[in-house]
């Protein structure tokens, strides 16, 4: 748990932006410093070139398995071994929260990945939709993302209440059931003024201020009614600061927050690229920046923590838009930009600051659980930071002294992609549903069970035991990957490795999106 922030900087802060601004006036123009010098290409790819078929097909793969995790009454139903579920949920407190998705193989919503789901899978359309437009995956996306955020706006009643949780994770638990069989109590939790959830309100102010952007040309009065709402999380989250983990301790064993400080600017630059208001640019600059950024250290791109994709996030706006912005500002940008770069420096593997955190075959592997959500949001983030470099002909990233071009970013995330889709020791996709060899008995609940089943909760572990593959292909899920050795077990009860999940799916998505072709991205989301 972060501790309570000053909302004074101190002298520490006010001697580090003299001491850098005199470094900025003695320059001709903004630079970043130590590894901050970058040489310019002179042209720029336009529109969508050729299409790369391979990351074509994957993508049109891995978009279903949001298909697969809808809940609610089924619009278009695309996956015939689904139906109907959790039509009731949020009664009991006279809402509607049918909607959503169900976060992994059980039938729980959890509010905090769901919403970092939203905003991985918004931050790709509006930089990748063009590309998701050209292979005709744009309105899936879209119509993925606003399932979404229709339930998040019916979470959020009022200013300072949000509901961040549906189901009971110890009684789920204890079914092994179809989402359209469940019939335990699917009791709500909230975040309030009394019990604070920080992280969990502005993972859901990013998702709803990044989806108002996605939304701002095709559904105007949809985008504004997002903005209005992401505006009035930041606030509550902002001025009621608590870990949810500390105010509702049963969500530990799940989802537990390492923090909150990552979230708020997390939130903070998404609202400042949906309202281009400048008090949230100072908000992570000037004001919160020394507390909260960690700037000059490297972290990992989770569910769990932003600071990794702020700092790429923000290096955007030092790309691409520093006109009319304060120094003390333009300065906080440039250490943000500095720190996006000391992550991709590590990520490249022959870079002398590379990570070790790797497989000997070259994958980014940091956790044994779920180790692909590392690896894929990593490429992400290169992918994403080498079209910036392109389109703002920036030819040249120096990595304590060794320089790197765009297509050696773009040349490791498609290492990690190809790692993914079968170019591995074990020859294994780890994307259900592409090529001839994926894993046949992902732990998913829906996928293991017959859809003419008439079992129910306690007698469905039938199929969770059953020594045959699942008799429905979860078409999309990107389970959780190999060991550090590199092997994988294809076992139902194999949660560690083989669970998939929504944000491990957006991740995907957008790293797929940016590769199977190339373009320019935008210089701005407005």
Same mark, same amino acid.
């Given at each position: 748990m972060e501790t309570e922030p000053k909302k004074s900087k101190g002298w520490c802060w006010w001697i580090l932006v003299l001491a850098i601004a005199a470094m900025v006036v003695a320059s001709a123009t903004l630079t970043i410093w130590s590894n901050g010098r970058h040489s310019k290409v002179s042209s720029v790819p336009g529109r969508p070139g050729k299409i790369a078929e391979n990351y074509a097909d994957a993508l049109k793969i891995a978009i279903q398995f949001f298909d697969i995790q809808k809940s609610g009454k089924l619009v278009n139903n695309k996956i015939d071994w689904r139906g109907d579920s959790g039509l009731e949920d949020g009664r009991e407190e006279m809402l509607d929260l049918s909607k959503g998705m169900y976060d992994a193989g059980d039938h729980m919503k959890f509010g905090f990945p769901m919403a970092f789901t939203a905003t991985v899978l918004s931050w790709a359309i509006l930089e990748y939709g063009?590309?998701? #437009?050209?292979?005709?995956?744009?309105?899936?996306?879209?119509?993925?993302? #606003?399932?979404?955020?229709? @339930?998040?706006? *019916?979470?959020?009643?009022?200013? *300072?209440?949000?509901?961040?949780?549906?189901?009971?994770?110890?009684?789920?638990?204890?079914?092994?059931?179809?989402?359209?069989?469940?019939?335990?109590?699917?009791?709500?939790?909230?975040? *309030?003024?009394?019990?604070? =959830?920080?992280?969990?309100?502005?993972?859901?102010?990013?998702?709803?201020?990044?989806?108002?952007?996605?939304?701002? #040309?095709?559904?105007?009065?949809?985008?504004?009614?997002? %903005?209005?709402?992401?505006?009035?999380?930041?606030?509550?989250?902002?001025?009621? !600061? $608590?870990?949810?983990?500390?105010?509702?301790?049963?969500?530990?064993?799940? @989802?537990? /927050?390492?923090?909150? $400080?990552?979230?708020?600017?997390?939130?903070?630059?998404?609202?400042?690229?949906?309202?281009?208001?400048?008090?949230?640019?100072?908000?992570?600059?000037?004001?919160?920046?020394?507390?909260?950024?960690?700037?000059?250290?490297?972290?990992?791109? /989770?569910?769990?923590?932003?600071?990794? $994709?702020?700092?790429?996030?923000?290096?955007?706006?030092? +790309?691409?838009?520093?006109?009319?912005?304060?120094? $003390?500002?333009?300065?906080?940008?440039?250490?943000? !930009?500095?720190?996006?770069?000391?992550?991709?420096?590590?990520? %490249?593997?022959?870079s002398p600051t590379a990570t070790s955190s790797r497989t000997d075959s070259g994958l980014i592997w940091v956790t044994e659980w779920n180790p692909l959500q590392h690896s894929v949001a990593s490429a992400f983030l290169a992918v994403i930071y080498s079209d910036y470099m392109l389109t703002s002909k920036t030819e040249t990233l120096y990595c304590s002294g060794k320089h790197y071009?765009?297509?050696?970013?773009?040349? +490791?995330?498609?290492?990690?992609?190809? @790692?993914? %889709? =079968?170019?591995?020791?074990?020859?294994?996709?780890?994307?259900?549903?592409?090529?001839?060899?994926?894993?046949?008995?992902?732990?998913?609940?829906?996928?293991?069970?017959?859809?003419?089943?008439?079992?129910?909760?306690?007698?469905?572990? #039938?199929?969770?035991?059953?020594?045959?593959? *699942?008799?429905?292909?979860?078409?999309?899920?990107?389970?959780?990957?190999? +060991?550090?050795?590199?092997?994988?077990i294809d076992s139902r009860n194999n949660t560690m490795q083989g669970e998939p999940s929504t944000y491990n799916s957006a991740l995907l998505v957008g790293l797929l999106s940016g590769l199977l072709t190339s373009s320019s991205v935008v210089s701005s989301f407005s």
């Amino acid at each position: 748990m972060e501790t309570e922030p000053k909302k004074s900087k101190g002298w520490c802060w006010w001697i580090l932006v003299l001491a850098i601004a005199a470094m900025v006036v003695a320059s001709a123009t903004l630079t970043i410093w130590s590894n901050g010098r970058h040489s310019k290409v002179s042209s720029v790819p336009g529109r969508p070139g050729k299409i790369a078929e391979n990351y074509a097909d994957a993508l049109k793969i891995a978009i279903q398995f949001f298909d697969i995790q809808k809940s609610g009454k089924l619009v278009n139903n695309k996956i015939d071994w689904r139906g109907d579920s959790g039509l009731e949920d949020g009664r009991e407190e006279m809402l509607d929260l049918s909607k959503g998705m169900y976060d992994a193989g059980d039938h729980m919503k959890f509010g905090f990945p769901m919403a970092f789901t939203a905003t991985v899978l918004s931050w790709a359309i509006l930089e990748y939709g063009d590309h998701m #437009k050209a292979v005709k995956q744009l309105g899936n996306a879209q119509a993925s993302l #606003k399932w979404i955020t229709d @339930y998040l706006i *019916n979470a959020h009643p009022s200013p *300072n209440l949000l509901y961040i949780q549906v189901g009971d994770p110890e009684l789920d638990h204890e079914c092994w059931e179809r989402p359209e069989a469940m019939t335990e109590k699917r009791p709500v939790t909230q975040v *309030n003024t009394s019990f604070p =959830g920080t992280e969990v309100a502005a993972e859901t102010a990013a998702a709803m201020a990044s989806a108002s952007l996605v939304f701002k #040309k095709i559904n105007s009065s949809y985008s504004n009614l997002l %903005l209005k709402h992401a505006q009035q999380l930041f606030t509550f989250a902002d001025t009621y !600061r $608590g870990s949810y983990s500390v105010s509702i301790p049963q969500v530990q064993p799940y @989802y537990n /927050s390492t923090g909150y $400080g990552d979230e708020l600017l997390w939130a903070a630059s998404w609202l400042f690229h949906a309202t281009r208001d400048e008090s949230y640019l100072r908000y992570v600059t000037l004001q919160n920046g020394d507390a909260f950024a960690r700037w000059g250290t490297p972290t990992w791109f /989770s569910w769990d923590d932003k600071l990794a $994709g702020t700092q790429v996030l923000l290096s955007r706006v030092n +790309f691409f838009d520093t006109t009319e912005i304060s120094d $003390g500002e333009n300065i906080g940008l440039q250490m943000y !930009r500095k720190t996006a770069e000391a992550v991709i420096c590590g990520l %490249l593997p022959d870079s002398p600051t590379a990570t070790s955190s790797r497989t000997d075959s070259g994958l980014i592997w940091v956790t044994e659980w779920n180790p692909l959500q590392h690896s894929v949001a990593s490429a992400f983030l290169a992918v994403i930071y080498s079209d910036y470099m392109l389109t703002s002909k920036t030819e040249t990233l120096y990595c304590s002294g060794k320089h790197y071009k765009p297509a050696d970013l773009r040349k +490791f995330a498609i290492s990690q992609t190809e @790692y993914v %889709l =079968g170019n591995n020791p074990m020859n294994m996709c780890y994307l259900v549903g592409h090529g001839s060899n994926y894993p046949q008995y992902v732990h998913h609940r829906g996928a293991s069970i017959p859809v003419d089943a008439e079992t129910g909760c306690h007698d469905g572990f #039938k199929w969770l035991e059953s020594l045959d593959p *699942n008799p429905n292909l979860a078409v999309g899920a990107l389970v959780g990957g190999p +060991f550090l050795n590199e092997t994988y077990i294809d076992s139902r009860n194999n949660t560690m490795q083989g669970e998939p999940s929504t944000y491990n799916s957006a991740l995907l998505v957008g790293l797929l999106s940016g590769l199977l072709t190339s373009s320019s991205v935008v210089s701005s989301f407005s």
